[in-house]
């Protein structure tokens, strides 16, 4: 069995967590938070969190560059779920683990959602008698390719395009790392890069992107936009960073450890609201850099790429300021 994607099962929270009986503040039918506690985690130690890179992350949702078909191609994260009945079983066993002999045995043919037969697992999805194994969650995390067939990733097939392989790309400049730009990059320089997709239709778009009649959405590799001047990974100093620093309005931050390993800790983890008021990345000034030639050739149609080959080399105050052509 083919899997590809570097994506985690779960990356861990910086901190050791506790669950606590209120409704979270992150997913409105979850009834319990997880929230941290002020121990860092074992995991975090020993890989020395303290010289790790500090990143920002992104609210959006996880894609992927590789081959599908022998050509490189954007893939969305579906994470195939156990059906209701089995879902309610490995509920109960969870509940009951405490006193519960022996562990829960899914037989995964059965007990999970049907998905696309290009559906992929991810590379870290062990496998057991040619079956994908899932995490202590019932998930198993895993690939869809994206293309223009299914209008569930519309989205997602907005920053591609397959003709000319590029993808819309929002990265630091490389003249001055507090510019922000837009550009088309080659699929084949994002080979095995996992990315976040941002914009107007995803997760409530907190960033401002775009409009519903002109939507705007952008690719951001993982790890590209560094968090400067990170505060020490302390409980009290990461908190008051969040609440207090201009550069703390971001979701959270992601530790990428020289061993690499990531961890992360998101506002939530320590009880403050996100999205609070506007965020650090609008902050920043973008400057569009999408190629004329390649995207907005004479019968091109009215797509995301040629709207922004139109207003190439436009700088604006920020991303959420972006104006698309009608």
């Known amino acids: 069995?083919?899997?590809?994607?570097?994506?985690?099962?779960?990356?861990?929270?910086?901190?050791l967590t506790e669950v606590k009986e209120e409704a979270s503040r992150k997913?409105?039918?979850?009834?319990?938070?997880?929230?941290?506690t002020e121990t860092l985690n074992p995991v975090a130690v020993e890989s020395d969190v303290h010289h790790a890179?500090?990143?920002?992350?992104?609210?959006?949702?996880?894609?992927?560059?590789?081959?599908?078909?022998?050509?490189?191609?954007?893939?969305?994260r579906l994470d195939r779920k156990p059906t209701k009945q089995a879902d309610k079983r490995f509920k109960k066993y969870q509940y009951t683990q405490k006193t519960c002999k022996g562990g829960f045995t899914w037989n995964v043919e059965e007990d999970f959602r049907v998905v696309?037969?290009?559906w992929i697992p991810a590379r870290q999805v062990q496998c057991e008698s040619g079956h994908p194994v899932p995490d202590e969650h019932g998930h198993i995390p895993g690939w869809v390719p994206v293309d223009n067939s299914n209008k569930q990733y519309c989205w997602h097939a907005s920053v591609v395009d397959y003709d000319t392989c590029e993808a819309l790309v929002l990265r630091p400049?490389?003249?001055?790392?507090?510019?922000?730009?837009?550009?088309?990059?080659s699929?084949?320089?994002?080979?095995e890069q996992t990315l976040e997709l941002i914009g107007t239709n995803v997760n409530?778009?907190?960033?401002?992107?775009?409009?519903?009649?002109?939507?705007?959405?952008?690719?951001?590799?993982?790890?590209?936009?560094?968090v400067q001047n990170a505060p020490a990974v302390e409980f009290g100093q990461l908190y008051s960073w969040f609440q207090d620093s201009d550069a703390g309005r971001v979701e959270g931050i992601v530790w990428h450890c020289n061993d690499g390993t990531l961890v992360?800790?998101?506002?939530?983890?320590?009880?403050?609201?996100?999205?609070?008021?506007?965020?650090?990345?609008?902050?920043?000034?973008?400057?569009?850099?999408?190629?004329?030639?390649?995207?907005?050739?004479?019968?091109?149609?009215?797509?995301?790429?040629?709207?922004?080959?139109?207003?190439?080399?436009?700088?604006?105050?920020?991303?959420?300021?972006?104006?698309l052509d009608a």
């Not at 069995?1 to 901190?15: E, L, N, T």
């Not at 992350?57 to 191609?73: A, F, M, N, Q, W």
Request: net charge positive.
């Open 27 to 36: 997913r409105d039918a979850q009834h319990y938070q997880v929230v941290a």
């Open 204 to 226: 409530g778009n907190p960033y401002g992107l775009g409009s519903k009649r002109n939507p705007l959405h952008v690719l951001v590799p993982h790890g590209i936009l560094r």
């Open 116 to 118: 696309p037969d290009s």
């Open 53 to 76: 890179l500090a990143t920002e992350k992104l609210d959006g949702t996880c894609c992927y560059v590789s081959l599908y078909r022998g050509e490189p191609h954007l893939w969305a």
């Open 264 to 323: 992360k800790v998101h506002r939530h983890h320590l009880g403050l609201k996100w999205p609070d008021d506007d965020t650090f990345l609008n902050s920043r000034p973008v400057v569009i850099s999408v190629d004329r030639i390649r995207c907005d050739p004479p019968n091109s149609t009215n797509n995301l790429f040629s709207a922004l080959s139109r207003i190439t080399g436009r700088r604006f105050s920020s991303v959420r300021d972006v104006q």
């Open 1 to 15: 069995m083919r899997r590809v994607g570097s994506v985690q099962q779960k990356i861990p929270c910086v901190f």
């Open 187 to 191: 699929l084949r320089e994002l080979m």
């Open 173 to 185: 400049s490389d003249a001055d790392e507090a510019v922000l730009e837009i550009v088309s990059v």
